[in-house]
């Protein structure tokens, strides 16, 4: 691709996935409000967001939200977006350059993996994020400085619907819902909207709070846990019950970041978690391709 003098790349009908290759590192992955001297120091951080060390080989990341004609040709002709193309029409316009949305974890990781590429980990996402910041977005420290780099929750979206009124800061970023990929200001790493438009599934389980990673890629699952139950039997003796031990092993939900248009700033931070199940589709979820090293 031919990259114009702030390093931005056009997006056309006919981009391929432009892939930008991520440095591997060590860095504390999370967010922690009770000590401004350690790590992430954040006072907007969540319980399941305390920090934990990642040391992470170096990966691809696509450098923008994958594109509604990109995901066609992944998914041969798939179209899940609820945001049909339009045509142009003032703010109405929707193109095939807006992220793709409605997408399932489990749709996305099936078609990726048919191409060899991936969804990232959280790891891999919130490293890519932060572009070697600690602050709570790669903007600073204050959400106003977020309006250059993220469509989010705004006046735009409020001029149209009252009801999205609980604003963490007021500011307009020029869009009341989806914006084509690549409007907003890039990180150090040359990723375009990390946070919002569309959230974006990662690969892992979703863990309340960060056990140890997998060494280069910092993929996690949660754990198995035994419970010990008393199931009543026939011949269990005189008590007629007897112990059993199961595994009993948390649902499976996957997890989501960077928020979406509909998202306040502050549930936008790069250490910010979300998660659903893994069939949920939304059109306010979407994916950012990943692919190893090789």
Known sequence: PTHAADGTIEVRNDTGIVFVLIPGGT????????????????????????????????????RHEATKRQWKRLSDGGEPSQYAIITPSGHDYVDWNYPV????????????????LTLPTEAQWEYGARGRTTTPWWTGDSPSDVARAANLRDQSLERVDASHSTQVVDFDDGFDSLARVGQFAQNSFGLADVYGNVSEW???????????????????HSRRTTQTLTERGVNAGAAG???????????????????SYDSTSRAARSAARDADETSM?????????ARDLE
């Open 27 to 62: 860095f504390w992955q999370g967010a922690q409000k009770d000590d401004p001297t350690r790590p992430n120091y954040d006072v907007m951080a969540a319980y399941d967001e305390s920090p934990s060390l990642v040391d992470l080989a170096p990966y691809f990341l696509a």
């Open 241 to 259: 019950h007897r112990p059993i031990t199961i595994d009993m092993l948390t649902p499976v939900v996957r997890v989501h970041r960077g928020g």
């Open 101 to 116: 949305e409605n997408v399932s974890w489990t749709e996305g990781h099936r078609w990726l993996a048919r191409h060899g």
């Open 202 to 220: 990662c690969e892992d389980e979703y863990v309340r709070r960060y056990d140890v990673a997998q060494p280069e890629s910092g993929l996690r």
């Open 281 to 289: 589709r939304s059109l306010e979820l979407g994916i950012r391709p």
